[in-house]
Each structure stands twice: as C-alpha cells, then as structure tokens.
T-cell receptor, first 112, second 112 residues
C-alpha cells in the first residue's frame, strides 16, 4: 500500500493569490494524480503527473491555472493560481501503487 | 471510459447485510471494477476490486455477472462506522496506467 500526506490540510486565501499544495508519498510511485472535490460532490480528475514529464490535464483544466510539479518519485505539488471563490474546493492527491490508487486526506481550500 | 450508475443513497439498520449495485453498461474488455469508501473530510479508501465472478476480502465481497455490465458490493453486518459514501469505478488502462473516473457515489446511512 501507499500512505499519502498533504500540506496544508486547509487554507483560507484571498482572491487573486496562489496556493501551492504539497503531496508526499511514503514510497516511490510512478503515477500521481490530482483531483478536485466540491462539497457534497464526487471527485473530478484535474491532471496526471508522471515523474520526468509534463503533467497531462483533463478537459476543463489548464496548466496556467493548475501548474503541477513532479520532481521525484515520492513528491508532487499542485498550484492553484490567481484564485477566485469558484476555486473553493477540496484538492486530493492520489498515487498508483501496483493495481490500486491510494488517496491523501485532501486540502480544503476556501477563497474569499 | 465507461460511465457508472449507482443509487444516490441507501439506509440500512445495524447488523444487516448491505448490497449496493452499480451498472456500467459500456465496460470494455480490459476494464476492472473498483469500489472505494469515503468518510467526510477524508480521501477515498480502496475497498475491493474485481474483473469477473466473485471477489472477497476481509471487508466486503464483490459480485460481477458474466456480462460484466453491473456489479454488486456486499457489506456483511454493517455497523454505524460503515456510514460513508461508496464509489463504484471502472478502471481503464490508458497509456500504461490506470485511469479512473468517479461517479456520483452512494451515500450509505447505517441506522442504530
């Protein structure tokens, strides 16, 4: 299995600023993923991050708004740029280990 | 990616067996069926995964008929701590990794 931690666990930010969310996995993994979950809703995949290559974004998500870094096999960051209240959500990091995706606890973001 | 459909919510009394059925009519030959559990303010937790027939682990059983167009998650003797949202997913191999799409989920409420 894989244990995933995220920082920060929650934050309140002002409109127009940016926040970088960190994701740490306790073992080396090839694929990492970033999801967004609106309150009471299901999860939506933002992008897939493979170490050593550019992240692959899903429809509706762009690199300028959600830049992702994947510097090594245990770490990734997601930046939410130029935030607006519509970006208020829970952001979850996930990693694939073997046949299974494991999830972090999420980062609850509120944009005022 | 195959779309999944499952009941929005279910209620059950403590000690009963709960069966949650998910339909995935467009499942492809190489796709796997996976179930996750999510508690409030936590990331999804892997429960069980299968390809066909029946899979059982210490937490649940997964029944998949021959046509694989549906699957049923069975939780034996539920307790209050099983109150959560349960997601049925279809995992599709894509570019060397497993891409997953979360559906709406089933909110299970266990009643004392």
């Amino acid at each position: 299995s894989a244990v995933i931690s995220q920082k920060p666990s929650r934050d309140i930010c002002q409109r127009g600023t940016s926040l970088t969310i960190q994701c740490q996995v306790d073992s080396q993994v090839t694929m990492m993923f970033w999801y967004r979950q609106q309150p009471g809703q299901s999860l939506t995949l933002i992008a897939t991050a493979n170490q050593g290559s550019e992240a692959t974004y899903e429809s509706g998500f762009v690199i300028d708004k959600f830049p992702i870094s994947r510097p090594n096999l245990t770490f990734s960051t997601l930046t939410v740029s130029n935030m607006s209240p519509e970006d208020s959500s829970i952001y979850l990091c996930s990693a694939e280990k073997g046949d299974t995706q494991y999830f972090g606890p999420g980062t609850r973001l509120t944009v005022l | 990616l195959a779309k999944t459909t499952q009941p929005v919510s279910m209620d059950s009394y403590e000690g009963q067996e709960v069966n949650i059925t998910c339909s995935h009519n467009n499942i492809a030959t190489n796709d796997y069926i996976t179930w996750y559990q999510q508690f409030p303010s936590q990331g999804p937790r892997f429960i069980i995964q299968g390809y066909k027939t029946k899979v059982t682990n210490e937490v649940a059983s997964l029944f998949i008929p021959a046509d694989r167009k549906s699957s049923t998650l069975s939780l034996p003797r539920v307790s209050l701590s099983d109150t959560a949202v349960y997601y049925c997913l279809v995992k599709s191999p894509s570019g060397g990794y497993q891409k997953v799409t979360f559906g709406t989920g089933t909110k299970l409420q266990v009643i004392p």
